[in-house]
């Protein structure tokens, strides 16, 4: 075949050539990994040395474990998509019996139904959660940037989450840049944010406190959101950024909001990660508080 014929040539010239070939024997496809390397004596090439590899039974075993990726995937998008339509009436409606019957309802009743709001808000952000890390799995999620201001987003996602703030009686204090000004997709940036926040909030138990601050460093865009809360064990540091990397800490006395699902930080590292930045958590360990740490790279068109 001719891709032999060019690879022996370019072996000759004393390149080693590496690479796939895909060929039909009757109505079969057939896969061969093709290696091909100079036979060099005092530094004079005297022949070459090939080596085919039958990969047929491979590449069929890949195919199909792609079309089972694809499937699932499908499977989980639909299903979470289907969710949220009813989700979407029961949560309006508990909003609604909240907002224009709070007056006519007992004080039992109502906090009832305020427990259903919440479980509602849960169940939402899971299966946006759902969602997200589905698309970043099968690398569907794509990212159009913007310049935005990024201390404008942190302070979002802090008047967001005032309510569990409050109710917590956390002391949150914001020490930012004003003009933390990068390229990022809005969105998903957001999202990224936010977990890291809401952990901060749901892990510090009540009358805890929580310092974000920024700093520049060469072209980079430092973040550090800092709590004095639970902090992480040497064996739970290595689970928190894996995709259903949840730590179980129910049954263990520890003053917390909720589990959580799991997914947050590994959606937030992949976010991250797609902005081209990096993310890290230093905690001296158990009820020594965290530290999450992002860094961004400034663009040059920004500077």
Request: positive net charge.
């Amino acid at each position: 075949m001719e891709i032999w014929q060019n690879n022996n040539e370019k072996a000759f010239s004393g390149e080693t050539i590496q690479n796939e070939v895909k060929f039909k024997v009757g109505e079969d496809e057939k896969f061969i990994y093709n290696i091909i390397s100079p036979i060099k004596r005092k530094e004079i090439i005297t022949g070459i040395l090939g080596v085919n590899i039958d990969i047929t039974s491979r590449k069929k075993a890949e195919k199909e474990l792609n079309k089972l990726n694809q499937l699932k995937t499908e499977i989980i998008n639909r299903t979470s998509h289907e969710l949220r339509t009813p989700l979407v009436s029961i949560k309006g409606f508990t909003e609604l019996i909240l907002t224009c019957f709070k007056d006519k309802l007992n004080k039992e009743i109502y906090s009832i139904i305020e427990r259903i709001e919440v479980g509602c808000s849960r169940l939402e952000e899971l299966i946006n959660d759902i969602i997200i890390a589905t698309e970043l799995k099968s690398d569907l999620l794509r990212l159009e940037k913007v310049k935005y201001n990024i201390s404008e987003l942190i302070s979002a996602c802090v008047d967001r989450l005032r309510k569990y703030i409050n109710q917590r009686d956390h002391q949150i204090t914001l020490n930012l840049n004003p003009n933390l000004i990068i390229n990022i997709e809005k969105k998903t940036m957001k999202k990224a944010l936010y977990n890291i926040i809401s952990n901060a909030i749901k892990y510090t138990p009540p009358n805890g406190k929580i310092d974000i601050e920024s700093k520049f460093i060469e072209n980079k865009m430092i973040i550090s959101f800092k709590d004095n809360g639970i902090g992480f064990s040497e064996d739970e540091k290595n689970k928190i950024f894996k995709r259903f990397g949840k730590i179980e800490r129910y049954g263990q006395g520890m003053d917390i909001l909720d589990e959580g699902s799991g997914f947050g930080l590994y959606i937030t590292k992949k976010i991250i990660e797609l902005h081209s930045g990096n993310i890290w958590r230093e905690s001296e360990g158990r009820m020594k508080g965290t530290t999450f740490f992002i860094s961004l790279p400034i663009s040059e068109d920004l500077n």
